[in-house]
């Protein structure tokens, strides 16, 4: 997820452009700023290129996220269901707005199991919020046709995902709301940063207040707007919305470079019978930011790991299964509920059980699974090699 890997003249530019008036902030200033307003434009460029009609940045991509729920009304005594597999982001932020994650068990599409989710609703629930893992996307049909039976909000966390698409659509702009990361590690980045994508006017526009202490904007100065509700800051600053008007101007290239990577490597990998792939429900709309592959057991995939760590290839390649970040499995700070200050008894409640949930289901997905992110900067030579090395390693743990 490279943005950072093609950085250079025309984020400084941006950048000086910033430099040049010192206004820093992406509100007021009208005068001294001289039209410069990349935070705007930023917007603009976003709504033009991924296709909606609302798009708010915030700070990060986990205040996106945030934003979104306060702007859907999902909140104290509301249920969000949400994957097993995800970055902690997902659930920090639906403990942030008061509400109560309900996890359930992935399938080969690294995200939600439909299935999972059917059975997790209860009359509490009112949003469902898939995470486009690792560049793919999830079975957003089956999703938002459980949505539709039971009035649930579809929320994407498309974080991961940038300029995946899904049936002609870019993920992040199919369900009620939808967000995007721009922190230094995704697609395209701000250094720090975020948005909420929305087709739905008064969600935006709660959106646009929520991030900047409930301002509604409208006032002919900042101390004559009004506060039609509670707000918080989670406003973007004006150099990091220029880098990232020179990061979306170049997305379009690092998909390219990446699917021409990603299909190389995937017809090396492909050459070994007992690896299969993940499941992509529109194979089309892959951003291909990660490969991400199967092995038929947990212990091949823990021995594959083991020599590729000998060999001294394993940087970029995943094993989600025992990374404290992204899999319930080492959540022991949720499962045990160590926050700061008090949550409420119904997410405490909820949190504890989870020590007890069996997650079997995606054990036996993420057991197995291993994802190569793919750079921008290899060689068709470099992507060869690379890829002869894995097959030689994968043939020798299966010859034992
Ligand atoms: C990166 C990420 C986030 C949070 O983004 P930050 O900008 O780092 O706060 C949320 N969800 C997922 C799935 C992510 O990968």
Redesign the pocket.
Known sequence: MPGFELFGEEERKEINDVMETGILMRYGFDGPRKGIWKSKELEQAICERFGCSYAQLTS??????TTAFAALGIGYGDEVIMPAF??V??FE?VLSVGAVPVLVDVDETLTLNPGAVRKAITPKTKCVMP???CGSMADLDALQEICKEHDLILLE????SIGASYKGKMVGTIGAAG?F???F??TMTCG???VVMTNDKDVYTKCDGYTDHGHDHLGVDRGADLHPFLGYNYRISELHAAIGLAQVRKVDRVLELQKKNHQQLKNILSQVPEVSFRIIPDPAGDSCTFLSWFLPTEEITRAVVAELKVQGILAGNFYWFDNNWHYIRKWDHLKNAVALHRLSPEQTDALTKFQSQDFSASDAVMGRCISTSISTLWSEEQVKEKGEKMVEVIKKVLSK
């Open positions: 990060s991509g986990t205040s996106a996220l995800t970055f982001a997902s932020s995470v486009h893992m966390d498309a974080c991961q967000t990361s721009f922190d590690v995704k720090e940063g975020g």
